[in-house]
């Protein structure tokens, strides 16, 4: 919205202070993620800019905290970097066993909340559903009941039913709390979706698998997979359910970050938020490509 | 329903942990983090694998009897070997949440002392062998810090030492300093503390600074806290500092008046899933040797007596290690030792006494 | 439709019937039903999966909150045996009214009970359990059982003779209370109420008293961080608005980064900034704003949990606010403008109303989820800084008093409930948008 020719001076000047102030708030938003990212580059133990850094000093900057992310936990950390010194990092180091554990846990717990949670929002979405808003209450509530409840209750639950400590249980609740994401995109994607297509397809003698699979599945996939990545960024930033039902076996990203802020906040927790925050740049990129897809593809927006 | 629920998922677990877990043999222990697991890792860890082929996994807790305490009455034990302090050991082995163990498997001292005449009076308990003595004490931070505090007085006067404080968010010890800095005699702390008033004492001693106070939980918060800056004095576990100092270069001076003494010792869950790996371990790393081994790496004294003349240089292979352990002479002018018995009895309600002041 | 069963023949009910005779009613029916189950049997498998995962642990955890039987049985550690304890004693409150003096036979009961206790090795867990109900009572039980085999009658005297606080009233009606190992002493703990020996219920002493102030905390900081969320969050909201879509899907991103972006990274970055040899700190004592040695103390308390609570929260509430002030069209203001309206009024009376959904939606969902917040304050809000999640955690990990701890999760979680119910009501899930 352009300033209207016929603002009065006080207009103009809160139309241009208006700006300043969203700027700044701006600036509130984005600053904290962005300023990570230069100090984790600092040579000193530090989380201040150094007189170095700031005067772009080469001297003043270093990649150590992040070599230290490889040879945190390593048997022999210090030896020649052959084969065996990067067999022992994949093995032995810390924050790689972390993160081959984060995949492993986002991996299985997107599968199968993305594959449980579509086939639900298909149901969900059609207005017949028996029961319909009392459903789509429970499926969601994961995402609103405060998750300290939901691990206290799955800590006791786990000890009991023999699930704690195990890849299975982390999964199982992971999944649980990425649910409701992908309830909510697909549900989003299936509103404007266009039912004439699939009566079209059945009367043209498709069986209902193939029309699903023909029809639905591609109208639909921009949702599935924005929640496929809502759900898989739920579990690989979640740290509270892992706190609880645990074991050091299936330690994650965030638990091990948990562990090191509580410990001592060394600069290699800021180059693992760093590599934190780039992964969520291309996890943003990659749904924002999708949405626009996805809004083509329904004709819903010229954007 | 709990077996078959339980069957129903092994499979798939099994399917997923093979991935990552493979070893036969291994032990689980649970310690204090930082530079303390570091000196265990160094000292005990590594030459265990190295001679049993047991691989031991290293897990951090601020305070190890908490969690085990926790997994034992939850029945999910992944807890083989747990380094407790002295009073938890006893309140946890009352509880029958401990094994109990044969201090016949202990090695003898190379001389050939037997086990239970080497080690320290009270350093051998029914479920537990202790490895160190430590002590908790106050240290400050020389750069942020004008003057140099020398008394645990010091610690509690606001107006000749300004600045932000560190304390353990935890009622043992700070009680005690807080008494004695009020000017109570070491050995009348505990007399003190038995009473009512003692104890209503010590919190009022402790509202002096209340507001000044950063809460800090696991042993390498200390050393950071000074180093930020966001204290100026703090207490903290004599082997933090030491390392920090000593080992990092911080600029941090430990003030032993009003230290406080206590022993760590191994215990062993019940339940643990790895009890002959476990029992192997406390033995292994409680020999004559491993304790001063230990000590090369950290300013705790060792338990055994036939340790003390074997501790030298600190590893850095110039500093003298006598002197930094808080047994030295000149280190024990006020100090007192951990009264374990009152604090195994009364931990809970004084902790939760501590919570309730915490919270107001 | 009956009006067109004139044109057919068959005309039994006068009814409409489909090719294979079957009336088009019942069809219709039954390929509603199908229909209907067809959608059903999609929702099975997740409804059943959540059941399992979420509806039935947290169930559980609320039946622990008003189950205790650390006083009436014991669980072997070893072997899992189950053995009931303290049954003499329980017989003698069965058999006495609440408020009865105990005598001799209660004491001698008690003794009794403690020596079982000394071979079970289960003095502590009793005590805890009376502990729970009675603070100081727990070193009580593991002295006395320590010494209770050689106790001899008289017990009265006996007893009394190892600790006089025996004969405490309060130490009787706890037991009492803890005989029963259903029990509601735990909410009434949960709200720092106590029961008298009369059995009344009274608040605690004052210097016991913590929850209620926590409660009382956790819906203020929440409040306070909802409204500095809304205040932020209005203005990008409104901006992002108007301007042009692709100036404002580019100024989007600012929003969608931290909510994409990992929350302990955010927790730790407000660390990094605001210690005291922080960022903010130094910034401000370059540009002289303070003195060197007069930098603000702005983490680990409740600054810290204000402003980074803020930040972590701030998305959640531009993004509704944003996707209703997008379907506002500008022509109600140019019409108002034209009707002499001025700027402050067109927006007063005209802009803002249509936008009171949007605050709705994102306030509600700050509210909530400010409420139940535990990894930021538990980082940076120092001890005044703390949220009731916190002592949850605290009850769940430090204390171990797991029935408190249930009992709080049950409180907090009935007024998260309320508000989700509130929700539903005025926003609608269905409306609930990410990103």
Known sequence: MALATYASPTEKAWYYAYRVICALIFVFLISPILIVMPLSFNAEPYFTFTREMLTLDPAGYSTRWYDLLLTFGMEAPDGPRDGSWWADAWANAAWINAAKNSVIIGFFSTILATVLGTVAALGLSRPEMPFRRIIMAILISPMIVPLIITATGLFFFYSWSGLANSYVGVVFAHATLGIPFVIITVTATLIGFDHSLTRAAANLGASPTTTFFKITMPLILPGVISGALFAFVTSFDEVVVVLFIAAHDQQTIPRQMWNGIREQISPAILSVATILVIISICLLTTVEILRRRSEKLRGLSPT | MKTKFYLATTAMVTGLMAASVASAQEVTVMSWGGAYTKSQVEAYHKPFTAMTGISVNSVDASNPATPIKAQVEAGNVTVDVADVEFSDAIRLCDEGLLVELDHSMLPAAPDGTPAADDFIEGALQDCAVANIVWSTVFAYNTETNANAPDSIDDFFNLADFPGNRGLRKNAKANLEMALMADGVPASEVYDLLETDEGVDRAFAKLDTIKDSVVWWESGAQPPQLLADGEVVMSTAYNGRIFNAAVGEGQPFEIVWDGQVMDFDLFVIPQGAPNMEEAKKFIAFATDTQRLADQASWISYGPARKSSGELVGLYSDGVTQMGPHMPTAAANLENALVNNFEFWADRDTELNERFNAWLAQ | ?435
């Open chain 3, 1 to 435: 439709m009956v009006d067109m069963t004139a044109d057919t023949d068959q005309n039994d009910a006068g009814e409409l019937r489909t090719a294979d005779g079957q009336p088009l009613k019942s069809s219709l029916a039954r390929a509603q039903r199908r229909a209907r189950t067809r959608a059903a049997i999609l929702v099975a498998p997740l409804l059943l999966f959540v059941l399992i995962t979420f509806v039935v642990p947290i169930g559980q955890m609320l039946f622990r909150s008003i189950h205790n039987d650390g006083f009436t049985m014991h669980t072997s550690i070893s072997d899992g045996v189950k053995t009931p304890i303290m049954v003499n004693l329980r017989d003698w409150f069965d058999d006495n009214p609440r408020g009865t003096e105990p005598d001799e036979a209660a004491y001698e009961a008690l003794v009794m009970d403690l020596r079982l206790l000394r071979e079970l090795r289960a003095p502590g867990q009793v005590g805890t359990r009376i502990n729970y109900e009675h603070s100081g009572s727990r070193s009580l039980f593991t002295k006395t059982a320590r010494r209770a085999d050689r106790l001899e009658a008289p017990f009265k005297e006996a007893v009394l003779d190892v600790d006089e606080d025996w004969a405490e009233p309060e130490l009787w009606s706890a037991m009492r209370t803890a005989s029963n190992p259903y029990t509601l002493s735990f909410y009434l703990a949960a709200v720092d109420m106590t029961t008298t020996p009369e059995g009344d219920i009274v608040s605690v002493d004052e210097n016991r008293q913590i929850y209620i102030n926590l409660f009382i905390r956790t819906l203020w900081l929440s409040a306070l961080i909802t409204g500095l969320c809304f205040l932020l969050g209005f203005p990008v909201a409104h901006l992002l608005a108007i301007l042009p879509m692709r100036t404002s899907n580019l100024l989007m991103i600012l929003v969608l980064l931290p909510f994409w972006t990992s929350l302990l990274v955010r927790t730790t970055s407000w660390m990094v900034l605001l210690q005291s040899q922080g960022v903010v700190n130094d910034v401000m004592v370059a540009m002289g704003i303070i003195g060197d040695d007069g930098r603000i103390q702005m983490m680990y308390n409740q600054i810290g949990t204000i402003v980074a609570m803020t930040h972590i929260l701030l998305p959640f509430m531009i993004l509704p606010m944003y996707s209703v002030m997008r379907t506002i069209p500008p022509s109600y203001a140019r019409a108002a403008r034209s009707l002499g309206a001025t700027s402050w009024t067109t927006f007063r009376r005209i802009y803002f109303p249509q936008t009171i959904p949007g605050i709705a939606a994102g306030s509600m969902l700050v509210f909530i989820l400010a409420v139940g917040y535990y990894i930021t304050p538990a980082l940076v809000g120092g001890s005044d800084g703390q949220l009731i999640s916190n002592l949850i955690a605290f009850h769940m990990q430090n204390s171990l008093n797991w029935s408190l701890a249930a009992a709080l999760a049950a409180l907090l979680l009935f007024g998260v409930l309320i508000l989700y119910w509130l929700y539903d009501r005025l926003v609608g899930i269905d409306n609930m948008k990410l990103g």
